[in-house]
Each structure stands twice: as C-alpha cells, then as structure tokens.
C-alpha cells in the first residue's frame, strides 16, 4: 500500500503541469469515500451548485456482526479558489454512525472541519481526486474525541462526474 501511494504521489508531481481543473458547476460526481469513524468505505456523492458552493454526502452500510454498521453524513463545500484544473475548499461534515459490536451495537456522530482539494488530470476531467485536513469531533463506542485528521485523495475521495 505505502509504495503504491508513494507511486501515485511521484506520478502526480511529474506530470503536475498537467493538472489543470475545470468547471463542474451542475454535474453531479459519484465515487467513493472512507471518511466515516467508523471505517465503512462508503459510497459517495457531490454536486457543483454555484462558483462557491457545493453540496454532498456519504453512505456507508455492512451487514457484518460484529463489525457492521452504517454511515449517512451530509457535506457542505466552499470554495475558495480556483485555478486550472485545481479547486481548493473549506468543507463540513455531519455524519450519523453506528457500529456494531458483540456487547450490543454503538451510535455515534461525526462533525469534519476540513479544508482540502480537488483535482483532475488533463484529458481526465471527468475524475476528480481530493485530499483535505483539519479537524473532527466524534463519538463512536461511548468514547468523544477531537481529532486531527488528513485524508488522502483514496480516504477523502475519488468521484466520477457524470
């Protein structure tokens, strides 16, 4: 896994000139995340509403006992700026979790403060690969934490514009 990220990383700062962004306002891209505390890779969602603004969400389910449970978060995106194939954003997630456990199954919440970016490839706009850190707040099997938090474009997602 680390030399296949470290692969992609020395890929994209090779052929950095080659990314540049594109406009996405009212696409819809489809993809998918693993955010949620509790570690269901989830399917995820997000729209282009205006030059500002973007809104999206995240679903995750298993039916696994123990070790299932499920994830539904909503996300809000501002962007900040903008610059050839690049797009960087201030981001906030609410998500609902459960977990299932042997002792009986936990719920819990999730509340991400991030700041982070998305970016495509020329010739591939229709993929978009974000990166974001910051902060979360969570409560998953009883326990509350603050967190620092850095997701890597496989963690905070790869989407496909339709």
């Keep these: 896994m680390n030399r296949a990220f470290a692969l992609v990383l020395l890929s994209i700062l090779l052929f950095a000139q080659s990314a540049y962004s594109m406009d996405r306002r009212g696409r819809l891209g489809v993809g998918m995340s693993n955010q949620l505390k509790n570690d269901l890779p989830a399917i995820s969602f997000k729209i282009q509403k205006s030059n500002a603004f973007a809104f999206g969400g995240l679903i995750g389910v298993s039916t696994r006992d123990p070790g299932g449970g499920h994830g ?41 403060l991030t700041v982070g970016s998305e970016f495509s490839f020329a010739g591939l706009q229709s993929l978009g690969f974000s990166f974001e850190t910051g902060i979360s707040l969570n409560k998953i099997n009883g326990e509350f934490g603050i967190e620092t938090v850095g997701y890597h474009f496989v963690t905070a997602g790869i989407l496909f514009y339709l």
Excluded at 86 to 97: H, K, M, R, W
């Design 72 to 112: 539904f978060g909503l996300k809000v995106y501002r962007n900040l700026f903008d610059e050839p194939q690049l797009t960087f954003y201030t981001s906030l997630l609410a998500a609902l979790i459960k977990e299932k456990q042997i002792a009986g199954d936990d719920e819990g919440f999730q509340f991400d």
